[in-house]
């Protein structure tokens, strides 16, 4: 792969790293959303909406869940999700920057991914579960491309 073909490739990743992070962002003040209401009711609404039996396994799951929350929780939640999407946005920004942290970054992140992946597909074979492993997958192996070509450029600058 040529230098602009890996530039346009570390982009792609830059901008599916910052919609992970803006996705995530977003579902944290979602959560916010929910502080101070009566969240057994509101899954029983949901539930009811979607013109679901509340006695059935999932949605019983569902709003059994929902009642577990409360404002404490909630507050975690969110401030998890805070942490994950700035770490996202961070990784996206030195990404688009050429950044060798970052690149790092999302290779270790990529890899700790992997095993959960597939493990994932083990259990049970999806088609979220191998697309999410083949897009990992070819983040892995483009990093390590990447760094190991920045490697060899440094060395041949110096030798």
């Given at each position: 792969m040529t230098s602009s073909g890996l530039r346009k490739s570390l982009?792609?990743?830059a901008v599916l790293e910052a919609a992970k992070g803006i996705v995530v962002l977003l579902a944290g003040f979602g959560?916010?959303?929910l502080l101070h209401r009566d969240l057994h009711e509101l899954s029983a609404q949901v539930v009811r909406q979607m013109h679901l039996n509340p006695a059935r396994k999932?949605?019983?799951i569902f709003i059994d869940l929902?009642?577990?929350l409360n404002d404490q929780r909630l507050w975690m939640m969110a401030g998890m999700a805070l942490l994950y999407s700035t770490i996202r946005l961070v990784e996206a920004y030195g990404l688009w920057k050429q950044r060798t942290?970052?690149?790092w970054l999302a290779l270790v992140g990529g890899c700790i991914y992997l095993p959960l992946e597939v493990y994932g597909i083990y259990r049970k074979v999806t088609f979220v579960h191998v697309s999410a492993?083949?897009?990992n997958l070819v983040i892995v192996l483009l990093m390590a491309k990447v760094l190991l070509q920045k490697r060899r450029t440094k060395?041949?600058?110096v030798g």
């Amino acid at each position: 792969m040529t230098s602009s073909g890996l530039r346009k490739s570390l982009d792609v990743v830059a901008v599916l790293e910052a919609a992970k992070g803006i996705v995530v962002l977003l579902a944290g003040f979602g959560l916010l959303g929910l502080l101070h209401r009566d969240l057994h009711e509101l899954s029983a609404q949901v539930v009811r909406q979607m013109h679901l039996n509340p006695a059935r396994k999932y949605p019983h799951i569902f709003i059994d869940l929902m009642s577990s929350l409360n404002d404490q929780r909630l507050w975690m939640m969110a401030g998890m999700a805070l942490l994950y999407s700035t770490i996202r946005l961070v990784e996206a920004y030195g990404l688009w920057k050429q950044r060798t942290w970052a690149e790092w970054l999302a290779l270790v992140g990529g890899c700790i991914y992997l095993p959960l992946e597939v493990y994932g597909i083990y259990r049970k074979v999806t088609f979220v579960h191998v697309s999410a492993l083949v897009v990992n997958l070819v983040i892995v192996l483009l990093m390590a491309k990447v760094l190991l070509q920045k490697r060899r450029t440094k060395e041949a600058q110096v030798g």
